[in-house]
């Protein structure tokens, strides 16, 4: 059983389109982050959301982290080909003891000119 | 600033040989851990280590080994090699378990024939 379930699996989009990519959990975490990830290079962190209900905005890309900790969003608005990727969510479960960063399969996505 | 770095970029090996994955970080991180990545699996925890003399398993452990005698290096040997183990590896590390937001290496792409 995935701790961490990202959906869809894969998007391919126009530019200039609106999306949302999500991450769901059973499990409560304590924090979330989302990374990048491009072809042959390791992923590259984009953001962390720490309490329940906390919105953060990188330029086009807003993240939202749900109310009881359980569930993540980003949305990307006006995409661009520069933000083709492997989009991957992870937690830190919350509790004592947690030192395992649990990373869902992750969405790629294809954004065409 | 170098970061996480990792060697090799590329590796081959024959079934049964044994091998170190190398990977040094100079952020004075006291977590570091080895991911391994497979097509439709996402990453998967290997091993994971929380400061110098301390490791632990993480979901995947077995035909790994690793140690921590110093902050900056992790390594990850590889005992017998078997073709299950062709993956992509990752290096990662954090400032600490409690701030999870991960660094990673560039991967080393190893193919076990």
């Known amino acids: 059983t995935q701790l961490l379930e990202q959906s869809p699996q894969f998007l391919s989009i126009q530019e200039g389109e609106n999306l949302t990519v999500y991450c769901n959990s059973s499990s409560v975490f304590s924090s979330l982050q989302w990374y990048r990830q491009e072809p042959g290079e390791g992923p590259v962190l984009l953001v962390t959301v720490v309490t329940g209900g906390e919105v953060k905005k990188l330029k086009r890309l807003t993240f939202q982290f749900g109310d009881a900790r359980k569930d993540s969003s980003l949305h990307i608005t006006a995409a661009q080909p520069g933000d083709t990727g492997l989009y991957l969510c992870a937690g830190n479960l919350s509790g004592a003891g947690s030192y395992q960063l649990t990373f869902g399969k992750g969405t790629k996505l294809s954004v065409i000119p | 600033n170098a970061g996480v770095t990792q060697t090799p970029k590329f590796q081959v090996l024959k079934t049964g040989q044994s091998m170190t994955l190398q990977c040094a970080q100079d952020m004075n991180h006291e977590y570091m851990s080895w991911y391994r990545q497979d097509p439709g699996m996402g990453l998967r925890l290997i091993h994971y280590?929380?400061?110098?003399?301390?490791?632990d398993q993480g979901e995947v452990p077995n035909g790994y080994n690793v140690s921590r005698s110093t902050t900056e290096d992790f390594p990850l040997r590889l005992l017998s090699a078997a073709p299950s183990q062709t993956s992509v590896y990752f290096c990662a590390s954090s400032y600490s378990y409690r701030e999870p937001e991960a660094f990673f290496g560039q991967g080393t792409r190893l193919t076990v024939v």
């Open positions: 280590s929380v400061g110098a003399g301390i490791t």
